[in-house]
T-cell receptor, first 116, second 113 residues
Framework: DAGVIQSPRHEVTEMGQEVTLRCKPI?????LFWYRQTMMRGLELLIY????????DSGMPEDRFSAKMPNASFSTLKIQPSEPRDSAVYFC??????????????FGSGTRLTVV | AQSVTQLGSHVSVSEGALVLLRCNYS??????LFWYVQYPNQGLQLLLK??????LVKGINGFEAEFKKSETSFHLTKPSAHMSDAAEYFC???????????FGAGTRLFVKA
């Protein structure tokens, strides 16, 4: 298994540009999570999907952020327009969830976003 | 609502010494508990998880954690630190049957030669 695959690994963009981060979860995992990590705020959950449906997007900072999961093997996180304060490492994680089973998450390697 | 508190943002130990990273949780229902490790420029890796089958949980790389309901704690230990253990460690909690995992602020472990 290749694990959770995120692309790109690094992204440098100018303020005001659109940024799209991509994630391929592990096959068979039915939940997908987007997290943002910064020194100041630690790990923040942005949004999570279960069976491709967004369950909770209360962590999305503002309307500039949007996420989609068109199928079980692909998700995107889009920032439009981007701002310098969006600079962070964005992680995608996937898991099997449901019932009483205790599954942990598998994280991707992250996308380091720098907005200048 | 669930939450998790990690005591100490930085812990420094000598190589060969005991590692103890502290985690306390709050949850209105029996939770699932996890420890994750993050090495520089990498994503988080699952170290171990509490499954309710046993209060002492063994994980990878010689780490273990003990669930103590009376103390609402889930501290992570390793008898003998190795240089390769230097990383950031995150305690996390999830409500039984729930989707959402809440992570602590993390504890950075330094190992001195």
């Amino acid at each position: 298994d290749a694990g959770v695959i995120q692309s790109p690994r690094h992204e440098v963009t100018e303020m005001g540009q659109e940024v799209t981060l991509r994630c391929k979860p592990i096959s068979g995992h039915n939940s997908l999570f987007w997290y943002r990590q910064t020194m100041m705020r630690g790990l923040e959950l942005l949004i999570y999907f279960n069976n491709n449906v967004p369950i909770d997007d209360s962590g999305m900072p503002e309307d500039r952020f949007s996420a989609k999961m068109p199928n079980a093997s692909f998700s995107t996180l889009k920032i439009q327009p981007s701002e310098p304060r969006d600079s962070a490492v964005y992680f995608c994680a996937s898991s099997r969830t449901g019932g009483e089973e205790n599954y942990g998450y598998t994280f991707g390697s992250g996308t380091r976003l720098t907005v200048v | 609502a669930q939450s998790v508190t990690q005591l100490g943002s930085h812990v420094s130990v000598s190589e060969g010494a005991l590692v103890l990273l502290r985690c306390n949780y709050s949850s209105s229902v029996p939770p699932y508990l996890f420890w994750y490790v993050q090495y520089p420029n990498q994503g988080l890796q699952l170290l171990l998880k509490y499954t309710s089958a046993a209060t002492l949980v063994k994980g990878i790389n010689g780490f273990e954690a003990e669930f103590k309901k009376s103390e609402t704690s889930f501290h992570l230990t390793k008898p003998s630190a190795h240089m390769s253990d230097a990383a950031e460690y995150f305690c996390a909690v999830r409500k039984t049957g729930g989707f959402k995992t809440i992570f602590g602020a993390g504890t950075r472990l330094f190992v001195k030669a």
